[in-house]
């Protein structure tokens, strides 16, 4: 079988990775805010966000 569903375990790694991810691309966005720096769109952050962040 060439498809496999992923196994639970597999799952929760996967979203606890894009949640993380989502929190760093928020923290370095809000520090490049402080900082007046070149800033994410905000079309990134909600796409990490509705992906499982």
């Known amino acids: 079988m060439l498809l496999s569903p992923m196994s639970p375990m597999?799952?929760?790694i996967a979203l606890a990775?894009?949640?993380?991810?989502?929190?760093c691309l928020y923290w370095l966005d809000k520090r490049a805010a402080q900082r007046n720096a070149w800033r994410?769109?905000?079309r990134m952050?909600?796409?990490?966000?509705v992906a499982g962040g």
């Open 10 to 12: 597999m799952t929760a």
């Open 40 to 42: 994410a769109s905000e």
């Open 17 to 23: 990775s894009i949640n993380l991810a989502t929190y």
């Open 45 to 49: 952050l909600l796409t990490f966000a």
